[in-house]
């Protein structure tokens, strides 16, 4: 394409940063992706909960089959009490939703998702760009200069930043915005996620089993053969940064949790001693909510803006649909202004991304922050809400999950511009291409 097209660069080659590149493709707008690793796919990665506004996301741009092709099936949820493993609740949320949307869940590893989503990319082989760190940005009335740490310089319209909760992006944005004291994540839970070898255990296949009540928490969803597994649990302190934890550090947080009954007959301690201990890892979950997502001709899109732990399975959900909602407006202002918009144009359309998505997430992320810190609770309270309160108010039980379905996923953002008819359930999507 000329020098003159409005061209995004896209830092970051997750699942969101792949997503805006699928959403820019069929907006014809050019795009490269950096991505600092060698390697775009990787086998390691936790397990994402896709929800069915999302799975209809990916419907949309055509890998609905590709991404049911990798899904791990799931049918029910269980709450164990961690002590005895007594079941506390029990819901068909997951199927519940499928018949109210017409999308079911398809929770699968990260690294499944992203190839999924990196091999369906018609221009993936020319457009994106590994070994590519950044280090500086430079932002002019004309475009943006990213400069990378093997001297290597990308020019391009706008950078988006989806790298992730330890983003580089943010970091030179606030620079530039002058912010002398710029905003953190901070990490108040770590834990471990992998996979076991579980097919001597008597595990229920397609169960979302979450043990809790041990001021701890074990989420894990099997196969008759494997357990993909995470754990939680409150830090001694509140700490920013990374943290790499050594070999020795994990196995001693494993002991930690030997005892604890992930689900009927099984503890923790067997899982681990048949779990692959070279694929596991050991690491903080952070949490952060910036307050500023742009300046010039900068966005942060995804962790970069706002991260939970996982414990509520919405954290890559929420990068998706803000990359819908921005990909919506980039595509809305290079039609409306053609290839060369102005920086004020272009933070017109930042500040309405940000306004948008901040009403919508900050709720999600308030109930994730509040909900890691009950269930990791070891308390007669937490024993108490868990038996005998929970089973009653439990909001994926109520009336087969009707509130989260009304409040959250017929809520889905969808590409505009991208005519789509896709499923339907009882309950009707709020959000529809405009394009037929």
């Known amino acids: 394409?000329?020098?003159?097209?409005?061209?995004?660069?896209?830092?970051?080659?997750?699942?969101?940063?792949?997503?805006?590149?699928?959403?820019?493709?069929r907006a014809n707008i050019d795009y490269v992706v950096l991505e600092q690793q060698p390697n775009v796919l990787s086998l390691s990665g936790q397990l994402l909960f896709t929800w069915p506004h999302t799975v209809r996301l990916l419907d949309q741009i055509g890998l609905y089959q590709a991404a049911r092709n990798h899904a791990i099936p799931i049918h029910y949820k269980k709450?164990?009490?961690?002590?005895?493993?007594?079941v506390t609740s029990t819901n068909q949320f997951w199927d519940h939703a499928k018949l109210?949307?017409?999308?079911?869940?398809?929770?699968?590893?990260?690294?499944?998702?992203?190839?999924?989503?990196?091999?369906?990319?018609?221009?993936?082989?020319?457009?994106?760009?590994?070994s590519a760190e950044v280090v500086d940005i430079e932002a002019h009335a004309q475009g943006v200069r990213v400069h990378l740490l093997n001297g290597n310089v990308v020019n391009g319209s706008i950078v988006i930043g989806a790298d992730g909760v330890h983003s580089k992006v943010r970091k030179v944005m606030y620079n530039l915005a002058g912010k002398l004291s710029?905003?953190?994540?901070?990490?108040?839970?770590?834990?471990?996620?992998?996979?076991?070898?579980?097919?001597?255990?008597?595990?229920?296949?397609?169960?979302?089993?979450?043990?809790?009540?041990?001021?701890?928490?074990?989420?894990?969803?099997?196969?008759?053969?494997?357990?993909?597994?995470?754990?939680?649990?409150?830090?001694?302190?509140?700490?920013?940064?990374?943290?790499?934890?050594?070999?020795?550090?994990?196995?001693?947080?494993?002991?930690?949790?030997?005892?604890?009954?992930?689900?009927?007959e099984v503890t923790f301690k067997d899982v681990w001693a048949r779990?692959?201990?070279?694929?596991?890892?050991?690491?903080?979950?952070?949490?952060?909510?910036?307050?500023?997502?742009?300046?010039?001709?900068?966005?942060?899109?995804?962790?970069?803006?706002?991260?939970?732990?996982?414990?509520?399975g919405l954290g890559m959900t929420c990068g998706l649909h803000s990359a819908a909602v921005l990909a919506n407006?980039?595509?809305?202002?290079?039609?409306?202004?053609?290839?060369?918009?102005?920086?004020?144009e272009i933070d017109k359309i930042?500040?309405?991304?940000?306004?948008?998505?901040?009403?919508?997430?900050?709720?999600?992320?308030?109930?994730?922050?509040?909900?890691?810190?009950?269930?990791?609770?070891?308390s007669w309270l937490s024993w108490l809400w868990d038996r005998y309160v929970l089973p009653w108010v439990d909001v994926e039980n109520f009336v087969k999950g009707i509130i989260p379905s009304l409040f959250l996923i017929r809520h889905g953002n969808i590409l505009s511009y991208v005519p789509f008819v896709g499923e339907q359930g009882s309950i009707s999507w709020k959000r529809w291409p405009v394009a037929k």
């Not at 020098?3 to 699942?15: E, H, K």
């Not at 009540?213 to 494997?226: D, K, N, Y």
Request: glycine share 8%; charged share 20%; net charge neutral.
């Open 1 to 25: 394409m000329s020098d003159r097209n409005f061209r995004v660069i896209i830092v970051g080659a997750g699942p969101v940063g792949l997503y805006l590149a699928h959403a820019m493709e």
């Open 79 to 86: 709450r164990i009490y961690g002590y005895d493993g007594q």
């Open 100 to 130: 109210h949307h017409g999308y079911p869940f398809l929770p699968m590893p990260r690294g499944e998702l992203i190839k999924v989503l990196y091999m369906n990319l018609k221009y993936g082989d020319t457009n994106i760009t590994t």
């Open 182 to 264: 710029p905003e953190y994540m901070a990490s108040s839970f770590h834990g471990i996620f992998g996979w076991a070898d579980t097919t001597d255990l008597p595990i229920e296949p397609a169960v979302f089993f979450e043990s809790r009540g041990t001021g701890a928490v074990v989420q894990c969803l099997g196969t008759p053969e494997r357990l993909r597994f995470v754990t939680l649990k409150p830090l001694a302190e509140t700490v920013t940064g990374r943290k790499k934890y050594s070999r020795q550090e994990m196995e001693n947080y494993a002991a930690s949790l030997a005892d604890v009954v992930v689900c009927p």
């Open 275 to 312: 779990t692959d201990k070279d694929g596991a890892r050991m690491l903080n979950q952070e949490e952060g909510f910036m307050s500023v997502w742009h300046h010039d001709r900068i966005v942060l899109v995804g962790d970069a803006a706002h991260k939970s732990t996982s414990v509520n």
């Open 329 to 344: 407006l980039l595509q809305g202002l290079v039609a409306s202004t053609g290839q060369t918009p102005s920086t004020d």
């Open 350 to 378: 930042f500040f309405h991304y940000q306004q948008e998505r901040q009403r919508e997430v900050k709720p999600i992320w308030n109930s994730g922050w509040s909900m890691i810190r009950q269930i990791t609770r070891d």
